[in-house]
């Protein structure tokens, strides 16, 4: 079996129009549509948005003296680890 990938916006709900493909009369496929979510609502990535979450502050009990430093360290850390 073969695939090909086409990208497309749906212009009418309900509706995807493909041409183009290398497909002769007769032939049987398979299709699988595989969409993108929907956004509804953005809420922003704004600085007021952030400290309102709860990741600022989230590692305030660990013993952290350097940020950069200790930022370099896990993601070392996740480079060199073994899956």
């Known amino acids: ?9 749906v212009k009418k709900d309900g509706e995807l129009k493909m041409s ?12 699988i549509v595989m969409t993108e ?10 600085a007021q948005n952030l400290l309102k979450s709860k990741i600022v502050g ?9 940020s950069a430093m200790y930022a370099r360290i896990l993601r070392d850390e996740a480079q060199d680890r073994v899956n």
């Open 37 to 46: 979510p929907l956004i509804t609502e953005s809420i922003g990535a704004t």
């Open 20 to 31: 183009g493909l290398p497909l002769r009369k007769g032939q049987r496929v398979e299709m």
């Open 58 to 66: 989230l590692w305030k009990d660990r013993p952290i003296e350097d």
């Open 1 to 9: 079996m073969q695939a090909f990938k086409i990208m497309e916006i």
